[in-house]
């Protein structure tokens, strides 16, 4: 799966890409008020390494932070390496039942609407 249909299918990645983007700029803007700082020293090579770190370090900064957000609301992040266990997989189960017990009754009453 890739990272494309992964955002259309979870609404929540785009933001957390949308907050990276913000650390670089935010990154990206700092660097360059401290090449002002300096006295503009070493012209627009010397900029853009230390604007380029600064956005770098940004983005590191605020993926970092989203990581621990999604954490706090119970979202894994990482990679799920070990196969799933007994108690996961039932889980799984109990979930997909009362989705479709859900499902059932939402047909039924618009069954019941429309008729």
Do not use: C, H
């Amino acid at each position: 799966m890739g990272v494309g249909e992964r955002i259309r299918e979870k609404g929540g990645d785009g933001k957390r890409f949308r907050i990276i983007g913000l650390g670089m700029v935010i990154g990206l803007a700092w660097g360059s008020i401290m090449w002002a700082i300096t006295g503009a020293q070493g012209g627009a090579t010397v900029w853009l390494y230390i604007a380029l770190t600064m956005a770098m370090i940004g983005g590191g900064v605020a993926a970092i932070f989203g990581a621990m957000n999604a954490r706090k609301k119970g979202e894994r992040i990482s990679p799920r390496i070990m196969p799933k266990d007994a108690a996961e997989r039932k889980a799984e189960a109990k979930a997909a039942k009362a989705e479709a017990r859900a499902q059932a009754k939402a047909d039924a009453d618009a069954r019941k609407q429309s008729g």
